[in-house]
């Protein structure tokens, strides 16, 4: 057989395998094909989303279970060699892979990422792919491999038995710390997004480097008890007896890995820095999850414990490194080794994106001046100055601005989902409270149903604290709305939360991170495949910080009356507390009566009025960037880095066996198209849309490209009941666009299946190959006024 004829598959399958098992790999345990590595971005449509493609390699190639060391990308034979090599290289770096090779079935072309010199991209024949050995003493040299480290490297991850593997992030960061620790660096950095598995991450290198006896005693540092508890159940849970948690103030040595919290094993006094008990040698390895907080403070009580035990390697895990004149990981660790970002993460499709709405107050842009000797409502007499968004709930509260924010936020949900779970932030523990009672007013029927609708979790609030693993827990329904101040910014794992509402001036970028972290989960079997951001206090103007790289679908900034849903377009001292999160401020003293006595913390004003200012809908370029220009530039812009010309576009258009891969392709680079129908019509098509914004047409309908093609005497070929077919087919598209005619489910709805079954419906044509002919040619008639 010709190989020109083959298919891709029958490249693969008679000449590149048969090629690489020649070369030595065992095709059980070291060959792999097909391995989708990403999950596919989710892209957002109104309320609706999709997937979009996974990052898929043909072949990845593994020295061990645990470290691939080749990709080979595959083309049939009317490719070159080397057409596969760009797209090879590009999963090249992401997997960390060194060694990359394109084959078209006559020979491989092997791209050497290890070299700096000399010919890095060499061809090679069939018969001469090289084997596991060579790539591995390759890789050796390439990395500083010494036979003592070998071992170690080789060392294989923990595996369960139920399937479950490190994601190729997971594989590169665990894999680079090994071998980090294998050549001696004792201080190693970590950046990983929430929501990426840095605990599972951490398992998996102190499992690797315990089973080598390279280090044999572990300390693992959390400031969070649910970070603790969570990593001894469920990731750390292994290792079985050799695993011990340090509570009580009670040191037992009999262990090998040991889990704490700071606040555990040190204290004000000295007698409570229980740590010293063991030898600053006892520990050679020590993990500090979230080190972007307390140990990264030079001077810090924390801080100490790992200059006790500084003999030891460190590992830092932090998805917001911090770095500040008085704070600095990077200082301490060094520059990372590995950082897998929040933008890198909703790229590949682990992470969940997200909207952002926006709502100004006309207070909050313009200030509010009490007038001369105005009272609070208790009697206070109010200091005679501005006051801005910065002291509002901070320095003075606005009763009407506070009931404003919970109309708002129960408008969403009572438009979305009212049991959706949501987390409001606020300045402070009063601030919360007072955030409780206007959402419970503002939705008594279902407070009725359950008084856990809406809870204050705050530092100081048992019964809230309570419940905050129901909060977490996707399972449970109650709480719904959690109102907060800083208690859920960190450590707490809400896997379904679908809405965040900032109430709270935030300037730290890290912190900032941190709170859009509690969002950034997806779970599909509960729906949430990404999350809504309600913005009160401009805090999403971080996103404008060259330090943030995680950018929304869409900011939506409604105008006043307007829904708030965006359209349809694109720690306690001991360390026991099982809460374990930040301490909440302290609530105001709220009664000081009026007279002579210091002014009160805070002033409360009931009778001024609030209300919304009109704003504009704003959304985010595929390139993570506030598109400033009119959405109809951007989208001019946006198509012609795809296509030249208008020929371009068409005859893309024309060629596509489906026209819904073309808009797909569109809408990967950047085009929106449901908010642009916003603009120029809802009645237009995607092709109607591009050739008029793009290429200046004039636009038609999709009912009037349907009613053009019925004008003619097209149908007149066809039997009555194939040219009913059609004419269903066109009241389908004129009503619901192109996507759907090509889905031939289409067959299954009415108007059409009142014609008879798919299969009654296909036969009319003369069969499959037929039907799909007629299709194709309806597409043209549809189209050939602009072609």
Same mark, same amino acid.
């Given at each position: 057989m010709n190989k020109k004829q083959m298919s891709e598959q029958d490249i693969r399958s008679k000449f590149i395998t048969p090629a690489i098992v020649e070369g030595g790999w065992d095709m059980q345990s070291q060959i792999r094909e097909e391995v989708s590595f990403t999950a596919g971005k989710v892209i957002v449509r109104g309320k609706l989303h999709s997937r979009g493609k996974v990052k898929r390699?043909?072949?990845?190639?593994?020295?061990?279970?645990?470290i691939p060391i080749a990709i080979v990308e595959a083309k049939d034979n009317n490719h070159t060699v080397g057409s596969g090599m760009q797209q090879a290289l590009e999963y090249g770096a992401m997997l960390d892979v060194p060694f990359v090779y394109s084959c078209n079935g006559d020979a491989f072309l092997e791209h050497d990422r290890t070299k700096s010199a000399g010919n890095i991209e060499t061809e090679l024949s069939l018969n001469a792919f090289p084997s596991p050995e060579i790539l591995w003493q390759r890789y050796r040299q390439y990395k500083g491999i010494d036979d003592s480290s070998d071992r170690v490297i080789q060392q294989e991850y923990h595996d369960d038995g139920s399937g479950r593997t490190p994601r190729y992030y997971q594989h590169t960061a665990i894999n680079r710390t090994v071998e980090a620790i294998t050549k001696g660096e004792n201080r190693i950095l970590l950046v990983m997004a929430t929501g990426t598995g840095k605990t599972f991450t951490a398992f998996q290198i102190i499992w690797r480097l315990w089973k080598a006896r390279i280090k044999k005693r572990i300390l693992f540092l959390a400031d969070r008890n649910i970070l603790v508890d969570q990593a001894r159940i469920n990731d750390f849970k292994p290792f079985g007896s050799a695993m011990t948690k340090i509570s009580k103030?009670?040191?037992?040595?009999?262990?090998?890995?040991?889990?704490?919290?700071?606040?555990?094993?040190?204290?004000?006094?000295?007698?409570?820095?229980?740590?010293?008990?063991?030898? !600053? $040698?006892?520990?050679?390895?020590?993990?500090?999850?979230?080190?972007?907080?307390?140990?990264?403070?030079?001077?810090?009580?924390?801080?100490?414990?790992?200059?006790?035990?500084?003999?030891?390697?460190?590992?830092?895990?932090?998805?917001?490194?911090?770095?500040?004149?008085?704070?600095?990981?990077?200082?301490?660790?060094?520059?990372?080794?590995?950082?897998?970002?929040?933008?890198?993460?909703?790229?590949?499709?682990?992470?969940?994106?997200?909207?952002?709405?926006?709502?100004?107050?006309?207070?909050?842009?313009?200030?509010?001046?009490?007038?001369?000797?105005?009272? @609070?409502?208790?009697?206070?007499?109010?200091?005679?100055?501005?006051?801005?968004?910065?002291?509002?709930?901070?320095?003075?509260?606005?009763?009407?601005?506070?009931? &404003?924010?919970?109309?708002?936020?129960?408008?969403?949900?009572?438009?979305? @989902?009212?049991?959706? %779970?949501?987390?409001?932030?606020?300045?402070?523990?009063d601030h919360a409270e007072r955030m409780r009672q206007a959402i419970v007013n503002e939705n008594p029927d279902l407070v009725k149903k359950d008084k856990r609708y809406v809870m204050r979790?705050?530092?100081?609030?048992?019964?809230?604290?309570?419940?905050?693993?129901?909060?977490?827990?996707?399972?449970?329904?109650?709480?719904?709305?959690?109102?907060?101040?800083?208690?859920?910014?960190?450590?707490? $794992?809400?896997?379904?939360?679908? &809405?965040?509402?900032?109430?709270?001036?935030?300037?730290? =970028?890290?912190?900032?991170?941190?709170?859009?972290?509690?969002?950034?989960?997806?779970?599909?079997?509960?729906?949430?495949?990404?999350?809504?951001?309600?913005?009160?206090?401009?805090?999403?103007?971080?996103?404008?910080?060259?330090?943030?790289?995680?950018?929304?679908?869409?900011?939506?900034?409604?105008?006043?009356?307007?829904?708030?849903?965006?359209?349809?377009?694109?720690?306690?001292?001991?360390?026991?507390?099982?809460?374990?999160?930040?301490?909440?401020?302290?609530? !105001?003293?709220?009664?000081? !009566?009026?007279?002579?006595?210091?002014?009160?913390?805070?002033?409360?004003?009931?009778?001024?009025?609030?209300?919304?200012?009109?704003?504009?809908?704003?959304?985010?370029?595929?390139?993570?960037?506030?598109?400033?220009?009119?959405?109809?530039?951007?989208?001019?812009?946006?198509? %012609? %880095?795809?296509?030249?010309? =208008?020929?371009?576009?068409l005859k893309r258009w024309n060629e596509a066996d489906k026209k819904k891969a073309v808009i797909e392709e569109l809408e990967e680079q950047g085009v929106l198209f449901e908010p642009l129908a916003d603009e120029v019509g809802k009645d237009f098509g995607p092709f109607d849309l591009i050739c008029h914004v793009a290429f200046g047409q004039p636009p038609l309908t999709r009912k009037e490209r349907a009613n053009n093609v019925k004008k003619r005497n097209y149908f007149g070929k066809y039997g009555e009941k194939a040219r009913l077919v059609l004419e269903g087919l066109l009241d389908k598209y004129a009503d619901e666009g192109i996507e759907h005619v090509e889905n031939i489910e289409v067959l299954k709805l009415q108007p059409i299946s009142q014609h008879g079954r798919p299969m009654e419906i296909i036969k009319e044509f003369g069969g499959k190959a037929k039907y799909l002919e007629a299709l194709k040619e309806l597409e043209s008639q549809l189209y050939v006024v602009a072609s």
């Open positions: 390699a043909d072949y990845i190639l593994y020295y061990r279970p645990n103030r009670q040191v037992d040595k009999s262990y090998e890995i040991y889990l704490s919290l700071y606040q555990a094993v040190t204290g004000a006094e000295e007698e409570k820095n229980i740590y010293k008990q063991f030898s !600053p $040698d006892f520990f050679d390895l020590v993990v500090i999850d979230e080190c972007h907080r307390g140990s990264a403070d030079a001077e810090s009580a924390w801080r100490d414990i790992l200059t006790y035990f500084s003999s030891a390697t460190h590992i830092g895990m932090t998805a917001t490194p911090k770095e500040t004149c008085h704070v600095s990981n990077i200082h301490y660790f060094g520059e990372p080794i590995y950082t897998y970002s929040l933008k890198q993460g909703i790229e590949d499709g682990f992470l969940a994106p997200y909207k952002v709405v926006r709502i100004d107050f006309d207070k909050d842009l313009t200030g509010w001046r009490p007038e001369n000797g105005k009272e @609070d409502k208790y009697g206070n007499k109010i200091e005679d100055r501005i006051y801005n968004q910065k002291d509002f709930d901070k320095n003075l509260v606005l009763d009407q601005r506070t009931i &404003l924010v919970a109309q708002k936020i129960s408008e969403f949900l009572k438009a979305t @989902d009212r049991y959706d %779970k949501t987390i409001v932030f606020c300045e402070d523990i979790i705050t530092g100081d609030s048992t019964e809230g604290k309570n419940e905050l693993y129901n909060f977490t827990d996707p399972e449970s329904r109650h709480p719904v709305i959690a109102t907060t101040s800083k208690l859920m910014t960190t450590g707490v $794992d809400t896997q379904t939360t679908k &809405l965040i509402v900032l109430d709270q001036n935030i300037q730290s =970028m890290t912190e900032f991170k941190q709170i859009i972290g509690r969002g950034t989960r997806i779970q599909e079997d509960f729906g949430k495949f990404y999350f809504t951001i309600m913005d009160f206090k401009k805090a999403t103007e971080l996103f404008a910080d060259k330090d943030f790289d995680g950018d929304p679908v869409q900011i939506y900034e409604p105008t006043s009356g307007e829904s708030p849903v965006p359209p349809d377009d694109p720690v306690d001292v001991d360390g026991d507390d099982d809460s374990g999160i930040l301490i909440d401020p302290e609530p !105001p003293d709220v009664t000081l !009566p009026p007279g002579d006595g210091p002014p009160p913390r805070k002033y409360y004003v009931d009778d001024v009025p609030v209300f919304v200012v009109a704003e504009r809908v704003q959304y985010y370029g595929k390139d993570g960037k506030l598109i400033t220009e009119s959405l109809k530039d951007y989208t001019r812009n946006t198509v %012609k %880095k795809a296509f030249a010309s =208008m020929d371009d576009f």
